[in-house]
T-cell receptor, first 111, second 112 residues
Framework: GESVGLHLPTLSVQEGDNSIINCAYS??????FIWYKQESGKGPQFIID?????DKRQGQRVTVLLNKTVKHLSLQIAATQPGDSAVYFC??????????FGAGTRLFVKA | DGGITQSPKYLFRKEGQNVTLSCEQN?????MYWYRQDPGQGLRLIYY???????QKGDIAEGYSVSREKKESFPLTVTSAQKNPTAFYLC???????????FGEGSRLTVL
């Protein structure tokens, strides 16, 4: 079946360093990918998205890379700050109403 | 401000009781969703609704029921048939047939 998975359940980085969170997916038909950030006790919030006809998209301090050949995407956070501490989910969508979520990576930022 | 409101934020119920979680949105979105989140797992789709008076089962619909009588509202009932109802429940909405989901703050249900 379809799956979207994250490589590491936790990631610890030093404040000011760059963070890279990885994600793999199995469904080649997925044409839209989204990264969400979830802080403790709250609902997920949209960070950045990317369509399958792109391989890179940049936002404010965040970059998403998509490698369709190996079905892999990553979220890069520049100059990681304590406020970036959260669980990050990648999600894939085939254009309909069903979005498949990965298990999430918890990012810890050390001061 | 536009957004999605879930209530209650915390809920305790005895085993065997039905419980209804509220979800209201003022974003004028057509589609609404209910997800369940368990520790260490991704979000799993319970039910979704593309339009008023219509809804479809997601991946884990057994033991749950929904209604969509108004565009703004999509309540979820956790019935006594749900074997393991203790979880964090998230409601979301989206514009018609687009991928970005807007989530509420969640409702944490604990069954004693």
């Amino acid at each position: 079946g379809e799956s979207v998975g994250l490589h590491l359940p936790t990631l610890s980085v030093q404040e000011g360093d760059n963070s890279i969170i990885n994600c793999a997916y199995s469904n080649s038909a997925s044409d839209y990918f989204i990264w969400y950030k979830q802080e403790s006790g709250k609902g997920p919030q949209f960070i950045i998205d990317i369509r399958s006809n792109m391989d890179k998209r940049q936002g404010q301090r965040v970059t998403v890379l998509l490698n369709k050949t190996v079905k892999h995407l990553s979220l890069q956070i520049a100059a990681t700050q304590p406020g970036d501490s959260a669980v990050y989910f990648c999600a894939g969508n085939t254009g309909g109403f069903k979005t498949i979520f990965g298990a999430g990576t918890r990012l810890f930022v050390k001061a | 401000d536009g957004g999605i409101t879930q209530s209650p934020k915390y809920l305790f119920r005895k085993e065997g009781q039905n419980v209804t979680l509220s979800c209201e949105q003022n974003l004028n979105h057509d589609a609404m969703y209910w997800y369940r989140q368990d520790p260490g797992q991704g979000l799993r789709l319970i039910y979704y609704s593309q339009i008023v008076n219509d809804f479809q089962k997601g991946d884990i619909a057994e033991g749950y029921s929904v209604s969509r009588e108004k565009k703004e509202s999509f309540p979820l009932t956790v019935t006594s048939a749900q074997k393991n109802p203790t979880a964090f429940y998230l409601c979301a909405s989206s514009r018609q047939n687009t991928g970005e989901l807007f989530f509420g703050e969640g409702s944490r249900l604990t069954v004693l």
